[in-house]
């Protein structure tokens, strides 16, 4: 792969079709460039060229499958995440199109959500969200009755996505978490911050929501 001169002035710039058999680095000009391996039949493939600016920011790059990889970059107040995904979906079954949206969830937008504290409102935004994507991604439809386009249904949704919604992944995700931190034992400290009271006393007002919260609710 060729370097393009056309990324200068850019910090960051993804790419796709990469094509190659192996992932890794390699330097590119002033750009290092993370790169994942394709397909068995050396197709698709993304990757990333990174300028030696902001090279020393790179925490993690994860390439999910040979359509989808994310880049953790550490920034001044909170990191940030960065996905490419090469997903196409015109003429593309939807079983094709389900893999790639379970890759999308799982990668990139619920990264660290088994630490997450949610309120009924956040949950049913979160719904909201999910299905305005699962719309996007699998387009309109024809109504039988007046054979015009329609946007889907929430139980049409429900019949095409047969993965895992977001907010019961979210909710599995503090289960499992609880647990690891419950076997760890007194000596470590997330364990005696998880079972540990605060001496200080309440702010007044309502309490917000805390995580061991949502884990009572889950239970």
């Given at each position: 792969?060729?370097?393009?001169?056309?990324?200068?002035?850019?910090n960051?710039?993804?790419?796709?079709r990469?094509?190659?058999?192996?992932?890794?680095?390699?330097?590119?000009?002033?750009?290092?460039?993370?790169?994942?391996?394709?397909?068995?039949?050396?197709?698709?493939?993304?990757?990333?060229?990174?300028?030696?600016?902001?090279?020393?920011?790179?925490?993690?790059?994860?390439?999910?499958?040979?359509?989808v990889?994310?880049?953790?970059?550490?920034?001044?107040?909170?990191?940030?995440?960065?996905?490419?995904?090469?997903?196409?979906?015109?003429?593309?079954?939807?079983?094709?199109?389900?893999?790639?949206?379970?890759?999308?969830?799982f990668?990139?937008?619920?990264?660290?959500?088994?630490?997450?504290?949610?309120?009924?409102?956040?949950?049913?935004?979160?719904?909201?969200?999910?299905?305005?994507?699962?719309?996007?991604?699998?387009?309109p439809?024809?109504?039988?009755?007046?054979?015009?386009?329609?946007k889907?249904?929430?139980?049409?949704?429900?019949?095409l996505?047969?993965?895992?919604?977001?907010v019961?992944?979210?909710?599995?995700?503090?289960?499992?978490?609880?647990?690891?931190?419950?076997?760890?034992?007194e000596?470590?400290?997330?364990?005696?911050?998880?079972?540990?009271?605060?001496?200080?006393?309440?702010?007044?007002?309502?309490?917000?929501?805390?995580?061991?919260?949502?884990?009572?609710m889950?239970?």
């Amino acid at each position: 792969m060729g370097f393009n001169s056309g990324f200068k002035g850019l910090n960051l710039v993804g790419v796709q079709r990469v094509r190659w058999d192996k992932g890794g680095t390699v330097r590119a000009g002033d750009y290092k460039f993370f790169y994942g391996r394709g397909n068995d039949n050396h197709q698709l493939g993304t990757g990333y060229f990174v300028h030696h600016r902001i090279v020393s920011a790179v925490k993690r790059v994860e390439f999910v499958s040979d359509r989808v990889s994310y880049i953790v970059l550490r920034g001044c107040w909170c990191n940030i995440i960065v996905q490419n995904v090469h997903a196409k979906s015109e003429e593309r079954s939807d079983d094709s199109k389900d893999r790639d949206i379970q890759d999308y969830n799982f990668a990139c937008f619920l990264y660290g959500c088994e630490t997450w504290s949610l309120t009924l409102r956040e949950e049913r935004r979160l719904r909201v969200f999910e299905n305005r994507v699962l719309r996007r991604i699998f387009g309109p439809r024809t109504d039988e009755v007046t054979e015009e386009w329609r946007k889907l249904l929430n139980e049409e949704l429900n019949d095409l996505y047969s993965s895992h919604k977001f907010v019961r992944v979210i909710k599995s995700g503090r289960m499992r978490l609880v647990g690891h931190v419950a076997r760890m034992g007194e000596r470590r400290s997330v364990y005696r911050v998880l079972v540990g009271k605060p001496e200080r006393k309440k702010p007044l007002g309502r309490p917000r929501l805390r995580w061991e919260d949502n884990i009572k609710m889950d239970i």
